[in-house]
């Protein structure tokens, strides 16, 4: 199915209607405001898990798998807490109704191209998908929009078959223990005045236009880079770190921050962000990196300070991360900079932290 595009940056209007980018750094869903989106590439979170596995000598597959899990859940309840749909989604035709439009959430968030072939309120479901963005996370996604829905724990089985992925998730037991530890908390937001160019037409921010939709594969493409995107729940990433640095203490951060401060450097690369000789020119790109957070909903760079031994403080209001938020200006200012950084961090005020990134051996 293809859906209707704005004619001006070529965005599906059907993105619009169901997110809302506020003037504060996040991104919203449209209907229910505490909710958190955000934008990341699609092999972070697989290359995240990696390294933090490689790091620590043991996988954390499942720790991810919860998080996930755990985050959906969370989403899909808030939006079925409208009387309306509270009542609804007790009668079996709409909870069809219900699975359908997770088949949608699939190719707007870029996580999948799915469809059901089999489902039995209360018991269990089937659907066949092209291009999960991930097996582990994908499942995880689904077991946890089911478990909005159902209101029981699920377990999911994947099986290959014809060159596509027959997930299949069915009513289980009970919920790990571990599953219950990882509870979404709702941060408070801070109001802000920061305003993308918009869109002349439909109003979007004007830089998505570099996304691409493509409802038949199940995948948002950036074809600046030509990597795949997806558009998730802000909340995984939270749960995943604080449950590490719980059970494993801080030594765990630093694997964290290098792994996203890699990978940003990697994406810097790809865009073509690279060290300027010219004090001037440094200030405009770090300028014009900070502004991807409020366009992927990561936060907004409320206000820089630059003091002398080229050290750098940067206020961040409504983070999504703090370690990934930490990583992410790590690389940014090695980008402008040309210098490897150490990055230190504190709360500055609620919804608000201050960053203090100085230059490596210094």
């Not at 996040?26 to 505490?34: K, M």
């Not at 749909?85 to 009668?91: F, T």
């Not at 109003?203 to 038949?216: I, K, R, T």
Request: glycine share 6%.
């Amino acid at each position: 199915m293809k859906y209707r595009r704005c004619k001006v940056c070529g965005i599906p209007r059907r993105i619009g209607r169901v997110h809302h980018w506020m003037t504060n750094g996040t991104i919203v869903n449209a209907r229910v405001p505490r909710v958190r989106h955000v934008f990341m590439e699609a092999d972070f979170l697989p290359e995240l898990r990696r390294r933090i596995s490689d790091g620590l000598g043991f996988p954390v597959n499942r720790i991810f798998y919860e998080a996930e899990r755990n985050s959906v859940r969370i989403t899909v309840e808030a939006f079925l807490k409208a009387p309306m749909l509270r009542v609804a989604a007790r009668v079996p035709v709409f909870r069809r109704a219900a699975v359908h439009y997770f088949n949608n959430l699939a190719w707007e968030t870029g996580t999948a191209r799915s469809r059901t072939v089999a489902y039995h309120s209360g018991r269990y479901g089937l659907a066949r998908m092209h291009n999960p963005f991930d097996l582990d996370l994908m499942a995880a996604v689904v077991v946890g929009a089911f478990e909005a829905l159902e209101r029981k724990p699920f377990r999911s089985f994947w099986k290959k078959e014809n060159g596509a992925y027959l997930l299949r998730v069915e009513v289980a037991p009970e919920k790990p223990e571990l599953s219950q530890r990882l509870e979404v908390e709702y941060e408070p937001i801070k109001d802000g005045d920061f305003h993308l160019r918009s869109c002349p037409c439909c109003g979007l921010p004007l830089e998505l236009s570099h996304l691409e939709w493509n409802e038949d594969e199940g995948i948002i493409l950036d074809r600046r880079r030509g990597i795949r995107m997806i558009n998730l729940d802000g909340y995984t990433t939270i749960l995943v770190n604080r449950e590490l640095v719980r059970e494993l203490g801080e030594d765990v951060v630093p694997i964290i921050i290098d792994a996203k401060r890699d990978y940003t450097l990697r994406m810097l690369e790809d865009i073509g962000a690279r060290f300027e000789e010219d004090e001037e020119r440094r200030r405009e790109l770090l300028q014009d990196m900070l502004s991807l957070l409020p366009l992927y909903g990561w936060g907004l760079a409320s206000e820089l300070e630059y003091m002398p031994g080229g050290t750098l403080r940067v206020w961040v209001d409504n983070p999504f991360d703090e370690y990934l938020i930490a990583g992410r200006l790590a690389a940014f200012y090695e980008a402008a900079e040309g210098k490897r950084a150490r990055v230190e961090w504190s709360e500055a005020e609620a919804s608000t932290i201050s960053y203090l990134l100085t230059p490596s051996g210094a």
